[in-house]
C-alpha cells in the first residue's frame, strides 16, 4: 500500500501513576487496512489502541488523524469525532442490557440525531448482514455470547465509520464463534472500506489482519512506520 | 501420514484403479503434497506382496496394463488396527529456531531479530491459511484449522521465548 497513512501516532507515552503503559510508541494505519496490535498482557496495547480512539489523552507525542491533530481537541470535539468517524468493539460486547440488539445497533445513529424509525431499519440490515436478524427484538441477556458479539460488531459498522477500534473481540468466544465473529467483522469492513485496528493476543485473529505490529514494553515495532 | 494405509482405507468402499485411487488421494489428502504416480504403484506392489490387497482385473489398453485392485480382509483387519492405534505426539524438542536461538546468544548476536523475522513468517502462512479456510469446503477448514493451530502454537513458544530471552541469554553464557 502505498497511499498516506488516515492515523498516524508519533512517540506516544502514557503512565497510569509510575508505571509507564505506553514509552515512545509509534503507529500508522493507512485507509482500508486491517492492522492487528499484538504483544503480551501488559504490553500497552490497549493503552495504544485507547490513546488512538481518543478515549485516552497520551501524556506525551502526536496522533494525527485525517490531517487533525487528536491530542490539541477538545474533550467534546473527540467524543464527535468517535461517534462519527469510529466504531468499536471491545471484549465483552458492551451492549446496554434495557435496550433489545436493534436499539442497541441503533443507538449510534439515534446519538447522532437519526430519527428512531430509519435508525433501527438501518440496525435491522446490519443485524441480518452479521446473521443474528433473529435476535433484534431480543436484549443482550437472552442471547448468547457470540450472537451478542456479532451485534455488537454491527452496532460498530452502523454508523459507517472510518476506523474501527476492535480490542480483542473474540477474547471470550469459542474457537467456532471467535473465527465466525473475525470472518464477519473483516469481510464487512472491507465492503465498507473501514478500516481496523484490531488488538489481540490470538495469532489465529491476527491471522485476519493484513499486517501486525508488536507492543513490547510500551513500545512498538512497525515496520509500516518506518517505511 | 501412513500413504500405504490410506490408499487401503480408500480401497474399502470398493476396488479401484491405480489412477483413480492416485485422484482420490489427492483429492481429500494430498492438498499441499499429490502423490506420485511412482509412489502409488511401488505402494500398491508392497500392499499386494503382503496379501493386503489383490489385483480384480487387468484392462489392457493402448498403454500400459491398468491393474484393478481389490481389498483382501486381511488389508481391512490392517486399516482397523491402523486407525485404532493413536500417533506419537511429537514435542519438537529440538527445533531448528530453539538451536538458532540459543546460538545467536552464545555468539553475542541479537536473538530478538530472529524472533520478529519468525513471527512474522509464522504469521504470512496463517493468513495464507485463514484464506484458504474461507474459500474452501469444509474438507479445507478441518485441514487449514490443524495447521493453523500448530502454528499458533509455536508463535506462543516464540512470544514465550522473546519474554525470557535475558534470562535465557544470561545462562547461555554462563
Redesign the interface.
Known amino acids: 500500500m502505498t497511499s498516506a497513512p488516515l492515523l498516524r501516532a508519533t512517540g506516544l507515552d502514557k503512565a497510569y501513576g509510575p508505571t509507564p503503559a505506553l514509552a515512545g510508541a509509534d503507529f500508522s494505519l493507512r485507509a482500508g487496512e486491517v492492522v492487528a496490535v499484538m504483544g503480551?498482557s501488559g504490553s500497552g496495547k490497549s493503552t495504544l489502541l485507547h490513546c488512538l480512539a481518543g478515549i485516552v489523552r497520551p501524556d506525551a507525542g502526536t496522533i494525527a488523524y485525517d490531517g487533525r491533530d487528536l491530542t490539541a481537541l477538545s474533550d467534546r470535539e473527540r467524543s464527535s469525532l468517535r461517534r462519527t468517524d469510529f466504531g468499536f468493539v471491545f471484549q465483552f460486547g458492551q451492549l446496554v442490557p434495557e435496550l433489545t440488539c436493534a436499539e442497541n445497533v441503533a443507538l449510534p445513529l439515534r446519538l447522532n440525531g437519526e430519527k428512531r424509525r430509519a435508525a433501527e431499519a438501518r440496525a435491522v440490515a446490519w443485524l441480518a448482514r452479521l446473521e443474528v436478524d433473529g435476535v433484534a427484538a431480543k436484549r443482550p441477556g437472552e442471547i448468547s455470547g457470540g450472537q451478542g458479539q456479532r451485534v455488537a460488531v454491527a452496532r460498530a459498522l452502523v454508523t459507517a465509520p472510518r476506523v474501527i477500534f476492535a480490542d480483542e473481540p473474540t477474547g471470550a468466544l469459542d474457537s467456532l464463534n471467535g473465527e465466525r465473529v473475525m470472518?464477519l467483522l473483516t469481510e464487512a469492513s472491507r465492503d465498507t472500506g473501514a478500516a481496523v485496528v484490531l488488538v489481540t493476543h490470538?495469532?489465529?485473529v491476527?491471522?485476519?489482519?493484513d499486517r501486525?505490529i508488536?507492543v513490547?514494553d510500551g513500545r512498538v515495532?512497525d515496520a509500516e512506520w518506518a517505511a | 501420514m501412513s500413504i500405504g494405509h490410506t490408499l487401503l482405507g480408500l480401497l474399502e468402499s470398493g476396488p479401484r484403479h491405480g489412477y483413480d485411487l492416485k485422484r482420490a488421494f489427492d483429492d481429500r489428502f494430498g492438498h499441499d503434497r499429490p502423490l506420485h504416480y511412482g509412489q502409488v504403484y511401488s505402494t500398491m506392489s508392497r500392499l499386494l506382496r503382503n496379501g493386503l490387497v489383490v489385483v480384480d482385473g487387468v484392462e489392457a489398453g493402448g498403454g500400459p496394463e491398468r491393474k484393478r485392485y481389490a481389498i483382501t480382509e486381511a488389508g481391512i483387519t490392517d486399516v482397523a488396527q491402523w486407525l485404532a492405534t493413536p500417533e506419537k505426539p511429537e514435542p519438537y524438542l529440538q527445533s531448528t529456531l530453539y538451536t538458532k536461538v540459543v546460538l545467536a546468544l552464545l555468539t553475542g548476536r541479537g536473538a530478538d531479530g530472529i524472533l520478529d523475522a519468525q513471527r512474522s513468517e509464522h504469521l504470512r502462512l496463517m493468513r495464507e491459511l485463514t484464506r484458504r479456510k474461507k474459500d474452501g469446503d469444509l474438507a479445507d477448514q478441518l485441514i487449514c484449522d490443524h495447521a493453523l493451530f500448530h502454528l499458533e502454537a509455536d508463535l506462543r513458544w516464540l512470544e514465550l521465548t522473546a519474554a525470557r530471552l535475558d534470562r535465557l541469554a544470561e545462562e547461555v553464557r554462563r
Do not use: F, K, L
Open positions: 503480551p470472518s490470538e495469532a489465529r491476527a491471522a485476519y489482519s501486525e508488536v513490547r515495532r
